[in-house]
């Protein structure tokens, strides 16, 4: 029975703790608290406020009338309707107020009437404002209580706004941060992967900014991971953390330990089994066009069916080279190189080739959830390598190692014969473009030669593209050549 005791004991402080530790995250995660201080402050005020006016029409009581003036600074306001006036100034009120006696001067030293005049009908006291007179017989004493309030009151109202401003970017700050984006259910969702390269950053999420979202929800995920030194870029952080989207919603992974651009790749999104959201991955040297989710959405309503695409790119293959280049191809020799690139007819605005792009690549849902399921059996193999013989990817694979993470799903769309739906536009277009920054796989920046030429981003856009979308599209093999006999059949 005490054993029992213990236990249950046990269970009901575990209880208690869970319950206190719970309320404790609702309440920092709640804005309440800058109401109730706002309303502590300005009860605060109201109090000053009131006992300024009270002592200050105490002493209006026993001053003369022109000098019943408000200290504010260093102005006045004469009040005309609420105080009575001497004797000697009913001349001029009756006059202002009694039309008979504004027509007959006189009629009033006849009358030999010496009373008050009735109070008009309260209105609201005209206020005339003027430089304070240097021989003012204003009490020394109310005007430093004038000058204080004025301060007061321009101080509190500065530590107010400065309190309530810092801590709502806290908030915010806290809440995108926090898990509660993720509980998100967006049409789109964007993952940034970052490390240390903060100006390459702030570009990628500004031309994220420029994009159009056609009112759609859109989610952007920016997972920092962390150094070799077990921290993170302080600078990159910065930048994720001040940048501000027009469109979207902002939602920061800080990765508890370095796991690495395979990891970051692999294991970021896992589809919800009920969302039908749209999701992207960029590297932090990827830029992409204002128009690239008008053709993402388009793409996976037209494709999202088959089982034979692995996902879908923003980039095109060229310039990179064929996973298996023509005994023909000459483009390294500096005369007469020939390119060796897939050439595709322009009737239609896309294909589907082996090799996925990591240049702005969106998975398809099905084929993802199967790759990471089969990456996680596979990859605690030991000995294993994703290798597919005569493939120039297995030559970088071999040279880069493990951290050329696209070599893995390479080589499940390979054994699973599936293939990434490209953009086939006029000039070699596309909706993605790799800067190609100093990093993990780039060692130097290289300059652009002038006579070499620049790939455009898709910047002028035309509806009529997207009518074209054929049900099959042409199916690329590694060499660049059309597959002729491959048609997809529906299961």
Same mark, same amino acid.
């Given at each position: 029975?005490?054993?029992?005791?213990?236990?249950?004991?046990?269970?009901?402080?575990?209880?208690?703790?869970?319950?206190?530790?719970?309320?404790?995250?609702?309440?920092?995660?709640?804005?309440?608290?800058?109401?109730?201080?706002?309303?502590?402050?300005?009860?605060?005020?109201?109090?000053?406020?009131?006992?300024?006016?009270?002592?200050?029409?105490?002493?209006?009581?026993?001053?003369?009338?022109?000098?019943?003036?408000?200290?504010?600074?260093?102005?006045?306001?004469?009040?005309?309707?609420?105080?009575?006036?001497?004797?000697?100034?009913?001349?001029?009120?009756?006059?202002?107020?009694?039309?008979?006696?504004?027509?007959?001067?006189?009629?009033?030293?006849?009358?030999?009437?010496?009373?008050?005049?009735?109070?008009?009908?309260?209105?609201?006291?005209?206020?005339?404002?003027?430089?304070?007179?240097?021989?003012?017989?204003?009490?020394?004493?109310?005007?430093?209580?004038?000058?204080?309030?004025?301060?007061?009151?321009?101080?509190?109202?500065?530590?107010?706004?400065?309190?309530?401003?810092?801590?709502?970017?806290?908030?915010?700050?806290?809440?995108?941060?926090?898990?509660?984006?993720?509980?998100?259910?967006?049409?789109?969702?964007?993952?940034?992967?970052?490390?240390?390269?903060?100006?390459?950053?702030?570009?990628?999420?500004?031309?994220?900014?420029?994009?159009?979202?056609?009112?759609?929800?859109?989610?952007?995920?920016?997972?920092?991971?962390?150094?070799?030194?077990?921290?993170?870029?302080?600078?990159?952080?910065?930048?994720?953390?001040?940048?501000?989207?027009?469109?979207?919603?902002?939602?920061?992974?800080?990765?508890?330990?370095?796991?690495?651009?395979?990891?970051?790749?692999?294991?970021?999104?896992?589809?919800?089994?009920?969302?039908?959201?749209?999701?992207?991955?960029?590297?932090?040297?990827?830029?992409?066009?204002?128009?690239?989710?008008?053709?993402?959405?388009?793409?996976?309503?037209?494709?999202?069916?088959?089982?034979?695409?692995?996902?879908?790119?923003?980039?095109?293959?060229?310039?990179?080279?064929?996973?298996?280049?023509?005994?023909?191809?000459?483009?390294?020799?500096?005369?007469?190189?020939?390119?060796?690139?897939?050439?595709?007819?322009?009737?239609?605005?896309?294909?589907?080739?082996?090799?996925?792009?990591?240049?702005?690549?969106?998975?398809?849902?099905?084929?993802?959830?199967?790759?990471?399921?089969?990456?996680?059996?596979?990859?605690?193999?030991?000995?294993?390598?994703?290798?597919?013989?005569?493939?120039?990817?297995?030559?970088?694979?071999?040279?880069?190692?493990?951290?050329?993470?696209?070599?893995?799903? +390479?080589?499940?769309?390979? &054994? #699973?014969?599936?293939?990434? *739906?490209?953009?086939? %536009? !006029?000039? @070699?277009?596309?909706?993605? $473009?790799?800067?190609?920054?100093?990093?993990?796989?780039?060692?130097?920046?290289?300059?652009?030669?002038?006579?070499?030429? +620049?790939?455009?981003?898709? &910047? #002028?856009?035309?509806?009529? *593209?997207?009518?074209? %979308? !054929?049900? @099959?599209?042409?199916?690329? $093999?590694?060499?660049?050549?059309?597959?002729?006999?491959?048609?997809?059949?529906?299961?």
């Amino acid at each position: 029975m005490n054993r029992q005791r213990k236990i249950n004991l046990k269970r009901l402080l575990s209880i208690i703790v869970f319950g206190v530790i719970v309320h404790l995250i609702i309440l920092s995660l709640t804005p309440r608290k800058l109401d109730t201080d706002f309303v502590e402050w300005d009860g605060r005020f109201e109090k000053l406020q009131k006992s300024f006016e009270r002592k200050q029409r105490i002493k209006k009581q026993s001053l003369p009338r022109q000098n019943m003036v408000l200290l504010h600074n260093r102005t006045i306001k004469t009040t005309t309707s609420k105080f009575h006036a001497p004797a000697a100034d009913i001349d001029a009120i009756l006059k202002e107020t009694d039309p008979i006696k504004r027509a007959n001067p006189d009629l009033m030293e006849m009358e030999g009437i010496k009373r008050k005049p009735k109070p008009p009908k309260r209105q609201k006291p005209a206020i005339v404002e003027a430089e304070m007179p240097s021989n003012s017989n204003e009490d020394p004493a109310l005007q430093n209580l004038g000058k204080l309030f004025n301060s007061l009151e321009i101080n509190v109202k500065m530590a107010v706004d400065r309190y309530n401003q810092n801590s709502l970017h806290k908030y915010l700050r806290i809440l995108e941060e926090s898990s509660i984006p993720s509980k998100v259910d967006p049409d789109l969702r964007i993952i940034v992967l970052t490390l240390s390269r903060p100006l390459s950053l702030l570009r990628c999420l500004e031309r994220i900014n420029a994009a159009y979202f056609y009112g759609d929800v859109v989610l952007v995920d920016i997972w920092i991971d962390r150094l070799a030194s077990k921290k993170h870029d302080g600078k990159v952080v910065q930048i994720a953390r001040g940048f501000k989207f027009e469109h979207a919603i902002k939602h920061i992974h800080f990765r508890d330990s370095h796991v690495g651009i395979r990891e970051q790749w692999i294991n970021t999104w896992t589809p919800r089994k009920k969302s039908k959201e749209i999701a992207v991955i960029l590297e932090d040297d990827v830029d992409v066009s204002p128009y690239f989710y008008k053709w993402l959405k388009a793409t996976h309503k037209q494709y999202d069916h088959r089982e034979d695409v692995s996902g879908f790119g923003l980039s095109t293959v060229y310039p990179d080279p064929l996973a298996i280049e023509p005994d023909n191809c000459t483009r390294h020799q500096p005369t007469n190189p020939i390119r060796c690139a897939i050439d595709v007819p322009l009737t239609s605005p896309v294909y589907m080739y082996r090799i996925p792009t990591t240049w702005g690549f969106s998975p398809h849902r099905k084929s993802w959830e199967s790759f990471q399921h089969w990456y996680k059996n596979v990859s605690t193999i030991a000995g294993f390598e994703p290798k597919v013989p005569g493939l120039k990817h297995t030559e970088w694979f071999e040279y880069f190692g493990d951290s050329m993470w696209s070599m893995w799903h +390479i080589y499940y769309t390979h &054994i #699973n014969k599936r293939f990434c *739906i490209f953009p086939n %536009l !006029p000039f @070699d277009s596309k909706f993605a $473009d790799h800067r190609a920054e100093v990093g993990l796989h780039v060692f130097e920046k290289k300059k652009r030669k002038k006579s070499k030429r +620049i790939i455009p981003l898709v &910047i #002028n856009w035309d509806d009529k *593209i997207l009518d074209k %979308l !054929p049900d @099959d599209p042409p199916k690329v $093999d590694y060499d660049g050549t059309i597959m002729m006999n491959e048609t997809y059949k529906h299961p």
